[in-house]
């Protein structure tokens, strides 16, 4: 009902810590995957994305690993800070179809203590 | 600013009247897309158009919604006889060429149904 879909996961740290958002796939299919970072009021912000070519992607304090064995994502981001608060979303994609829409997961609620 | 554009960014009608919503895709972007996203969930998608042809609906666009692509340019979606179920953030995203799975979000329109 809509009272589970407010229960966001939530991962609380602390500033300056290293944080680990993990994201499950659905679609072995699927070779394409990104992360989004979503602040209150506002769309989906492009942090990084990974072809299924590769395991792992590094961009400035943040790092996508792929696991395709157990569909797994996650985005690690480096020395957290207080923007960083928002909720992240994974979201794949089959880039050779015909409309490469994408699929998103549960998102994290990502919570940065000062 | 360059970025996706959309508007209005909050909308408020009564159930039963119509709305229309518009979206200003990134310039030169030929690929555009629509999603909804209900309080706590990742967004899902709704339609997409390459250019002005409407290449796919989901099954969630129900013969009340109607989008179009005129120009190739920007994109209206139109819900007629609104329902509260309808309440959601209504989210236009782009893409281009060989960054084509690289989909940019504009802010999104909230619309309440009273």
């Known amino acids: 009902g809509e009272s589970v879909g407010l229960h966001l996961p939530t991962l609380s740290v602390q500033e300056g810590d290293n944080s680990i958002i993990n994201c499950a796939y659905s679609?072995?299919?699927?070779?394409?995957f990104i992360w989004y970072k979503q602040e209150s009021g506002k769309g989906p912000q492009f942090i990084i994305d990974?072809?299924?070519?590769?395991d792992k992607r590094q961009g400035q304090r943040v790092t996508v690993l792929l696991n395709k064995t157990v569909k797994h994502l996650s985005l690690q981001i480096a020395a957290t800070q207080p923007g960083d608060s928002a909720v992240y979303f994974c979201?794949?994609?089959?880039?050779?179809?015909?409309?490469?829409?994408?699929?998103f997961g549960t998102g994290t609620l990502l919570a940065v203590q000062p | 600013d360059t970025g996706v554009s959309q508007d209005p960014r909050h909308k408020i009608t009564k159930r039963g009247q119509n709305v229309t919503f518009r979206c200003d895709p990134i310039?030169?972007?030929?690929?555009l897309y629509w999603y909804r996203q209900t309080l706590g969930q990742g967004p899902e998608f709704l339609t997409y158009?390459?250019?002005?042809?409407?290449?796919?609906k989901s099954r969630l666009l129900s013969d009340r919604f109607s989008a179009e692509r005129p120009k190739g340019s920007f994109s209206t979606l139109e819900i007629q006889r609104t329902e509260q179920g309808d309440s959601a953030m209504y989210l236009c995203?782009?893409?281009?060429?060989?960054?084509?799975?690289?989909?940019?979000f504009g802010a999104g329109t909230r619309l309440s149904v009273l």
């Open positions: 679609n072995s299919a699927s070779d394409y």
């Open positions: 995203a782009s893409s281009f060429g060989s960054a084509k799975n690289i989909q940019y």
């Open positions: 158009f390459q250019n002005e042809a409407q290449l796919e």
């Open positions: 990974i072809r299924s070519n590769m």
């Open positions: 310039s030169e972007h030929n690929r």
């Open positions: 979201a794949e994609s089959i880039s050779g179809g015909a409309t490469n829409k994408l699929i």
